[in-house]
């Protein structure tokens, strides 16, 4: 109880400072707002009006304090530029983007994992070399190559998925299978490389354990050695980053949801910048925010059920 | 090529294009001016623009092959667009091209570029263009079922005068009166010939679309838009797709297609992979390259490309303002080392841009021939050791975007620019900036668009001093007249006798430096014909496509 609470207050903390953080950038970047809202060929008395509408007179921390208070009560305002409500604008978007995440999260644990394993139980090997050699080029690889890479093999050479857009899985779940692959696939390569070097270090610190040795002696297969014994106890690392990456992840969703045409929150984010929106950036900032600190806390917890001393010194 | 306007979105297309080497085509704004002596000789208002639509795809006659009706169709867009209600959501190409199937134009051009009624059965001035009166189709009904009437054009140009966005290209707009059912009279402040220019429904320019009366008033009408157009509304995921299904009660014959899907696919790159790989039927590109390819493809009967008419070209506007550009000697020597070959060679553009004079196309009704200095390196150079020798170096900022490929671009001018002793320094701005900072007069030289291309009145705010968007800072009262007498003129053979004064103008004086003319290839799968097939009401050829704006109604797909 103490830890949620603890946790809920360190969010709002994050969340008031992100936000505002977000709201001063915006307002540094060169042009105009209402430029961008009616382009240059408004009458100066238009202009007026829309920045009286605006309220961008008022001081910046005035203007803030006024958001944040409507956001409290739930109400994200509407977008200036599309008139839309900007939690309705997220609602459409913010699953696609989760979606995302979570599949390529997905696939980079489940390349990762196995890749580390074969590493660490032979450390200097070839096999562990040619991994590691594989991990360095995954990481060394721009994700917008990957993606075009992806795209071009995959979707324009052999036809086997989409190039571009998204289907629901409510509509289709193939279909939304296929719309995500290579977009997950794109976004999850330098994920595997640093996961699988982080775990790999982390069982061979484990392996060479005592009570590996001991579960050796006792003529335990390599197989449940490494499942029952050692894979636990060399996670933490591993689930501390899964969650830290999340920001990553999101990070280059404006990228990957460009190239692949996704309805995603990414590229509502870059939209919403690039147009000087406050409103929608704002949403969306406080979406990804929330997102990211609620993940992270997800994964304290994880910490305690893999590790019963971090369960018993947080009861303490 | 149509109607143009400038406006942000004229320029931001233009600009954004110059990344693949591409241009856009746009609408007109209207604004204070003095007109002289109009001469208006029948209800057909103006004239002739660029050249017609070149098209080398099959059409439905030359294939001999009969439209059939049925299938559905998947188009690539460049963006997606904020809203759909056209007078307040401004649109780029990309919301144009939907438009075009939702709504209908109260005039578009006919195949020799002329503008002609289209939803509005005449347009029609009185003897000195003061008072115009739109006569309305009889019988045609918006899709929510309302009838198109005087009073339903009359609630749309209500709502575009009371738009911040577009409220400025309407200032001629006087006064409206529902005369009957079916006419409206519309009284101008002054003069104003061209006005039906502006109801096409062309990039900058989108008062022309008829929006249903009760999506105006709803103030989220443009998530779910009502038009009277081929194709009615079915949904909008922002930034994945919007669909459209044929209007079986379309007030011409209906469009072929049961349905056309338009999916915004903002990276070119995966636009042309994903009609490379099918997912896509048709799509619209500036890139020479591009168009060379789908060409050659083309001859191996894999796809079908479409060329539009030039647009408006590709330029560089120079401040007069600042120094050493306030001295025309040394913008004549700008303009005479810009080897134009060079150019079109790195843009990959030999063959697909025609070199320009002047504003308008050499192709274009519009154009004739004027002082505009020829490439002449020796000459240039013997300009700027004159400049030199009486005030010293010359030395100005080069801008542009931060496009990689666009810095490449002005590496090219500042190396032909070095070659006659000028030094140029570039400076690499974000789009938003750039504008900023060209409206607000702080620059030398800078990669623009925008200008040029389509009817002259729509650049009335760019080359009249008393338009605040006049970025050159050239002017002169000789130039003024004409653009104004140009305006208030409707005789398409009267108006280029002004016209030709501009361009001669501009030609001695040099605030611009025109390179080359911008097309569009429509690149569409070979089992989808009739782009270039576009009929009138009356069953003549129209304008099938200005700039990359284009018209669905008479595309088919074969079965």
């Not at chain 2, 002017?475 to 104004?484: G, H, R, S």
Request: aromatic fraction near 8%.
């Amino acid at each position: 109880m103490r830890l949620i609470a603890s946790r809920f207050l360190r969010l709002v903390a994050v969340l008031v400072a992100v936000t505002f953080a977000s709201f001063c950038m915006v307002a540094l970047l060169p042009g105009d707002i209402v430029s961008s809202v009616l382009g240059p060929d408004a009458t100066e008395e238009a202009r007026e009006q829309a920045r009286e509408d605006l309220n961008l007179d008022a001081p910046l921390p005035v203007r803030y304090v006024q958001w944040a208070g409507d956001a409290l009560r739930g109400d994200l305002g509407v977008s200036y530029r599309t008139n839309q409500p900007v939690a309705e604008a997220l609602g459409e978007r913010v699953w696609v983007t989760i979606e995302l995440v979570l599949f390529s999260q997905l696939i980079a644990l489940a390349v990762a994992i196995p890749m580390a394993i074969f590493g660490a139980l032979r450390p200097g090997s070839w096999l562990d070399r040619i991994l590691s050699g594989t991990q360095l080029a995954m990481l060394a690889t721009p994700g917008y190559l990957v993606a075009i890479g992806l795209m071009a093999i995959f979707a324009v050479k052999l036809g086997w998925f989409d190039t571009t857009g998204y289907t629901p899985f409510t509509e289709n779940p193939l279909a939304n299978l296929k719309s995500l692959l290579l977009p997950a696939i794109a976004l999850a390569l330098e994920q595997v490389a640093v996961y699988a070097r982080v775990l790999r270090t982390d069982l061979i610190n484990t392996f060479d354990q005592d009570f590996i040795w001991f579960a050796r002696a006792k003529g335990n297969t390599t197989r449940d050695i490494v499942v029952r014994h050692a894979l636990r106890p060399s996670s933490i690392g591993l689930v501390t980053l899964t969650g830290v990456s999340i920001g990553r992840m999101i990070g280059g969703t404006v990228l990957v949801e460009t190239i692949f045409a996704l309805p995603g929150l990414g590229r509502f984010t870059i939209d919403a910048i690039n147009n000087r929106d406050f409103m929608a950036l704002q949403g969306a900032v406080v979406v990804l925010t929330v997102g990211f600190v609620v993940v992270n806390f997800a994964v304290d917890i994880l910490h305690g059920v893999i590790d019963p001393r971090i369960r018993m010194e947080a009861a303490r | 090529m149509g109607n143009r306007a400038n406006r942000p979105w004229r320029r931001i297309a233009a600009i954004t294009l110059l990344v693949a080497a591409v241009a856009a085509c746009g609408g007109n704004k209207p604004s204070d001016s003095s007109p002289t002596e109009p001469d208006v000789s029948s209800g057909e208002t103006t004239p002739v623009t660029d050249a017609p639509v070149l098209t080398n795809a099959p059409t439905t006659t030359n294939a001999e092959l009969v439209p059939t009706a049925g299938g559905s169709i998947t188009v690539g867009l460049n963006s997606e667009s904020t809203g759909y209600n056209p007078t307040v959501d401004a649109w780029a190409d990309s919301g144009h091209n939907v438009a075009h199937a939702i709504f209908d134009p109260l005039a578009t051009f006919d195949a020799g570029g002329k503008v002609v009624p289209y939803l509005a059965e005449a347009i029609t001035p009185n003897d000195d263009a003061t008072v115009w009166t739109i006569t309305v189709r009889p019988g045609v009904t918006f899709h929510d079922g309302t009838p198109l009437n005087a009073e339903a054009v009359r609630l749309n140009f209500e709502a575009n005068k009371n738009s911040p966005q577009f409220g400025s290209q309407l200032a001629l707009l006087g006064s409206m009166a529902v005369i009957d059912d079916l006419t409206l009279e519309l009284a101008m402040t002054q003069a104003w010939g061209t006005f039906p220019n502006v109801l096409c429904g062309t990039i900058g320019s989108q008062i022309g679309y008829m929006a249903a009366p009760a999506m105006l008033a709803s103030a989220d009408g443009g998530r779910s838009p009502i038009g009277t157009g081929p194709f009615t509304f079915v949904e909008w995921v922002p930034d994945d797709h919007l669909t459209v299904a044929r209007n079986d009660a379309y007030w011409q014959d209906p469009a072929y297609l049961d349905e056309v899907v338009f999916k915004p696919i903002p990276d070119s790159t995966s636009r042309k992979a994903a009609k490379d790989a099918g997912d896509i039927d048709l799509y619209y590109t500036g890139s020479s390259s591009e168009i060379q390819e789908y060409q050659a493809q083309q001859a191996d009967g894999e796809v079908n490309v479409t060329i539009g008419a030039p647009g408006e070209g590709d330029m560089v506007m120079l401040n007069t303002k600042s120094a050493p550009l306030d001295d025309v000697r040394v913008r004549r020597a700008l303009a005479m080392s810009v080897d134009i070959p060079r150019l079109f060679d790195f843009l990959d553009a030999t063959g697909v841009k025609q070199p320009t004079h002047g504003p308008y196309a050499d192709s274009s009704f519009w154009y004739v021939e004027s002082d505009y200095p020829e490439y002449d390196l020796e000459g240039a150079t013997a300009l700027i050791d004159e400049y030199v020798a009486e005030k010293g170096p010359v030395e100005f900022e080069f801008a542009g975007g931060q496009d990689p490929f666009i810095v490449s671009i002005q590496e090219l001018y500042q190396s032909m620019w070095s070659e006659i002793g000028v030094t140029v320094n570039i400076v690499s701005r974000a789009q938003g900036e750039n504008i900023s900072a060209v409206i607000a007069g702080d620059f030398q030289v800078v990669l623009w668009g925008g200008i040029g291309g389509g009817d002259p009145d729509n650049d009335y705010v760019d080359f009249h001093s008393n338009t605040g968007q006049n970025f050159s800072g050239f002017n002169t009262p000789e130039m003024d007249a004409a653009l104004d007498a140009g305006r208030a003129l409707t005789d398409p053979d009267e108006r280029k006798e002004q016209y030709a004064i501009v361009q001669k103008v501009l030609g001695e004086n040099v605030p611009y430096i025109w390179t080359g003319t911008n097309q569009y290839g429509i690149i569409t799968s070979t089992d989808v014909l009739g782009i270039a097939d576009f009929d009138l009401p009356d069953g003549t050829p129209g304008q099938p496509i200005s700039g990359q704006v284009f018209f669905l109604k008479d595309v088919w797909r074969l079965q």
